[in-house]
């Protein structure tokens, strides 16, 4: 079992581009958590989703940046017209259940907006 | 206010002192506390949760519902324990949301 692959490990875009970020859960795993850490920062929860469904987006900002995990494939974290403040690491887990069971981390896709 | 609190960013010991790594949350609640850890170059990982009362790589953490803390000891360091230490907690269940403090590097010098 590979762990939970995120790619690219980083991403370069300009301002106003689109940045799409890749999580492959471990196999077995059908929850998803996308967290964001800003330089000097903890990680930052963003969303929660188990397969074709949005569990929780409360730390999701409001616009321009979306998540699906569909049925087949990767989860992807997608942030339309990217700013400077976009830039950070940005962190994917996944676990067999919900949170209280353990989560297994990626090792984070680095994004920076230029 | 969900919140956890690691007040120290940077610890530095010598190898063989005692270590505490100290957490402290606000949460109304009862949580679930974790402690993470990062090693140079690899990917986050769990280290302990209080409710499985474990002690990994010779760490424990108590959970002190009074002082509202979660702090992570180690009576002797070891400089294989250099790393970022997180500490977390999750409202449990289906909540799907751990918080997180800003983490202490752990130093250890030979």
């Known amino acids: 079992n590979a762990g939970v692959m995120q790619n690219p490990r980083h991403l370069v875009r300009r301002r106003g581009q689109e940045a799409r970020l890749r999580c492959s859960p471990m196999?077995?795993?059908?929850?998803v958590y996308w967290y964001r850490q800003l330089p000097e920062e903890g990680l930052k929860f963003m969303v929660y989703?188990?397969?074709?469904?949005?569990?929780?987006e409360s730390g999701m900002p409001k616009e321009r940046f979306s998540a699906e995990f569909p049925k087949e494939g990767p989860s992807i974290l997608r942030i339309q017209q990217v700013v400077r403040g976009d830039s950070a690491a940005y962190f994917c887990a996944s676990s067999r259940q919900g949170m209280d069971t353990e989560a297994f981390f990626g090792q984070g896709t680095r994004l920076t907006v230029v | 206010a969900q919140r956890v609190t690691q007040p120290e960013k940077l610890l530095s010991v010598f190898k063989g002192a005692p270590v505490e790594l100290k957490c402290n949350y606000s949460y109304s609640g009862s949580p679930e506390l974790f402690w993470y850890v990062q090693y140079s170059r690899q990917r986050l990982q769990l280290l302990l949760r209080?409710?499985s009362r474990e002690s990994i790589k010779g760490f424990t953490a108590d959970l002190n519902k009074g002082e509202t803390s979660f702090h992570l000891k180690k009576p002797f360091a070891q400089e294989e324990d250099s790393a970022m230490y997180y500490c977390?907690?999750?409202?449990?269940?289906?909540?799907?949301?751990?918080?997180f403090g800003k983490g202490t590097k752990l130093s250890v010098k030979p």
């Open positions: 989703l188990q397969k074709e469904n949005i569990i929780d």
């Open positions: 977390a907690l999750s409202g449990g269940g289906s909540q799907g949301n751990l918080i």
């Open positions: 209080h409710i």
């Open positions: 196999k077995g795993h059908s929850h």
